[in-house]
């Protein structure tokens, strides 16, 4: 059959093909590797203080679940460098910030002096609030190491008396803390301390002599004297 003059020539469809080496097609960074990468960053905070242990301790997680992803989906997912990097850094901070609190703890108990907690002041149970409990009485007189948050006051600067309690529900939320979650603290240095609302580690002399209204609205059964700051 002839062709007229406005026929085209028949042409076999063409098909582009990937020239070699370039990719068959676009790859997600993987979210998970993002966000291992952001916890890593400010991993360092674990340094701080204990409970911050967590953040390095999340960015271990979100690696893991980044490489595992990685590995599931290959095809589909790019960011196996950032996640590595990632996992690195965090475990690496969790290694670190351990053993510096570890140290610090160990270093914190001046020689002599034993650990005195705020369970050990507590009441047993069905004894009246104001109750000194055996514990406590147990540390009558001896020198030990308690951990607190000093309450705050009109005074902020050169505090050489204060009280220190419990918890910060206690110091800056929680009101008037009971009478067995506070200890009257007499440092020995003349200069004093600035209010901090850190925790405060107390070293001093243990004593158990119940001054002033027992109420919640005043009065102390402990005190620690000749204390300092650790």
């Given at each position: 059959?002839?062709?007229?003059?406005?026929?085209?020539?028949?042409?076999?469809?063409?098909?582009?093909?990937?020239?070699?080496?370039?990719?068959?097609?676009?790859?997600?960074?993987?979210?998970?590797?993002?966000?291992?990468?952001?916890?890593?960053?400010?991993?360092?905070?674990?340094?701080?203080?204990?409970?911050?242990?967590?953040?390095?301790?999340?960015g271990v997680v979100l690696g893991g679940i980044a490489l595992r992803d990685l590995a599931a989906r290959q095809p589909l997912l790019t960011g196996r460098p950032l996640?590595?990097?990632?996992?690195?850094?965090?475990?690496?901070?969790?290694?670190?910030?351990?053993?510096?609190?570890?140290?610090?703890?160990?270093?914190?108990?001046p020689e002599g002096f034993s650990r005195l907690s705020y369970a050990d002041l507590q009441?047993?149970?069905?004894?009246?609030?104001?109750?000194?409990?055996?514990?406590?009485?147990?540390?009558?007189?001896?020198?030990?190491?308690?951990?607190?948050?000093?309450?705050?006051?009109?005074?902020?600067?050169?505090?050489?008396?204060?009280?220190?309690?419990?918890?910060?529900?206690?110091?800056?939320?929680?009101?008037?803390?009971?009478?067995?979650?506070?200890?009257?603290?007499?440092?020995?240095?003349?200069?004093?301390?600035?209010?901090?609302?850190?925790?405060?580690?107390?070293?001093?002399?243990?004593?158990?002599?119940?001054?002033?209204?027992?109420?919640?609205?005043?009065?102390?059964?402990?005190?620690?004297?000749?204390?300092?700051?650790?």
């Amino acid at each position: 059959m002839g062709s007229s003059l406005f026929d085209s020539p028949s042409r076999p469809a063409h098909r582009a093909e990937p020239l070699r080496g370039e990719p068959d097609g676009y790859r997600a960074l993987s979210g998970a590797a993002l966000a291992a990468a952001a916890v890593a960053a400010v991993s360092p905070v674990a340094f701080l203080d204990w409970w911050l242990v967590a953040v390095p301790l999340v960015g271990v997680v979100l690696g893991g679940i980044a490489l595992r992803d990685l590995a599931a989906r290959q095809p589909l997912l790019t960011g196996r460098p950032l996640a590595v990097a990632a996992l690195i850094v965090s475990l690496a901070t969790l290694a670190g910030s351990i053993a510096a609190h570890a140290v610090e703890y160990a270093r914190e108990l001046p020689e002599g002096f034993s650990r005195l907690s705020y369970a050990d002041l507590q009441p047993a149970e069905g004894e009246p609030p104001t109750a000194v409990p055996d514990t406590a009485r147990a540390a009558d007189g001896r020198d030990v190491l308690l951990k607190g948050f000093i309450y705050p006051g009109k005074q902020q600067h050169g505090l050489t008396q204060f009280l220190l309690v419990r918890d910060q529900g206690d110091c800056c939320f929680g009101g008037n803390p009971k009478i067995t979650d506070r200890v009257l603290v007499q440092l020995a240095d003349p200069a004093g301390i600035d209010f901090t609302p850190r925790l405060t580690k107390i070293a001093g002399r243990f004593r158990v002599q119940p001054v002033g209204d027992a109420a919640l609205q005043g009065g102390v059964l402990y005190h620690l004297d000749q204390a300092h700051v650790r």
